[in-house]
């Protein structure tokens, strides 16, 4: 709960000021790839219905949104969820990917207005760039 009253008020004041805080970069799924290769986090950022389907290979699943009734609804525990994937390091590089850079944009931005300082967006994400570019995946 207090979680999400300081995510509402980071929200609210960033609108109030215009500031909002940044991820590290827009990237394109071979500079990912490279990246996942030399150790940092892939996160794969769609829902687990997605990720079944087909995900980059050594993706972790954090869904961003959940599909409930036909339509999307947030996950409010995703901010939590990746702090405990790095164990609270809030500085650890991780990489989002979602199916065409638009969710993983989202959540990279909530993720560096709650302090994470190396969060890195597959541009055009998984279908578009990923696939397109014939890197690894899984089934």
Not at 25 to 54: P, S
Not at 88 to 101: A, F, H, P, Q, T
Request: charged share 25%; hydrophobic share 40%.
């Amino acid at each position: 709960m207090i979680k999400k009253l300081l995510l509402l008020i980071i929200i609210l004041m960033t609108s109030l000021f215009g500031d909002t805080i940044e991820y590290k970069a827009d990237i394109t799924a071979i500079e990912a790839y490279k990246m996942q290769q030399n150790g940092v986090i892939l996160v794969d950022t769609r829902t687990k219905k997605e990720y079944d389907f087909m995900h980059p290979k050594g993706a972790i699943l954090i869904e961003s949104y959940f599909e409930k009734d036909g339509q999307r609804v947030f996950n409010d525990d995703f901010v939590t969820q990746v702090e405990d994937l790095v164990s609270m390091n809030l500085s650890k590089e991780i990489v989002l990917i979602c199916r065409s850079g638009s969710r993983s944009k989202k959540v990279a931005t909530i993720l560096a207005e709650n302090g994470f300082s190396n969060i890195y967006n597959v541009k055009t994400g998984f279908v578009y760039d990923w696939i397109k570019e014939k890197l690894p995946i899984e089934k």
